[in-house]
């Protein structure tokens, strides 16, 4: 949830996940014995095959767009940035920046499709896959896409 970096001695930590309690990062830090520190991962989420199958139809149904309305010297690269796409969703954690490149290169390359690519990335379960990875993720995704 959180990042702390300190430039001369090199300390960093990223946290995520459930966080009960305090928590302190640096140098000569001393913690009473009633502190308790808890770190649980995110809980995991299994999407359902009807809701698996609702994304690969809304995959289908932008290859299928990109075949019918995008110019012939266009459609190969725009197929393989689709298939960047399903990939970055399905990677273990949402890859955001393949999400955002994606995204970019639509609004450039085919304007006109770059909606329907939106309505994959703001999709109902890759916003559940998005949120189980944490806020830090979560606040990420709101800020580069607004959903």
Known sequence: MGTNEQSNDKISATITGTVTGPVAVG????QGKSIQQIVSP?????ASQDELASLRQALA???QRVT???PPEKIPAALERVDELEEAINSKEPDLSTMEYVKGWFTRHLPGLAGA?????VHPIV??????TGDALVA???RRFGA
């Open 27 to 30: 140098k000569s830090i001393q």
């Open 42 to 46: 995110p809980p995991s989420y299994q």
């Open 61 to 63: 149904e932008l290859r």
């Open 68 to 70: 019918v309305e995008a």
């Open 117 to 121: 690519v939106m309505g994959v990335i």
């Open 127 to 132: 916003g559940k896959l998005v949120e189980v």
């Open 140 to 142: 990420e995704f709101q």
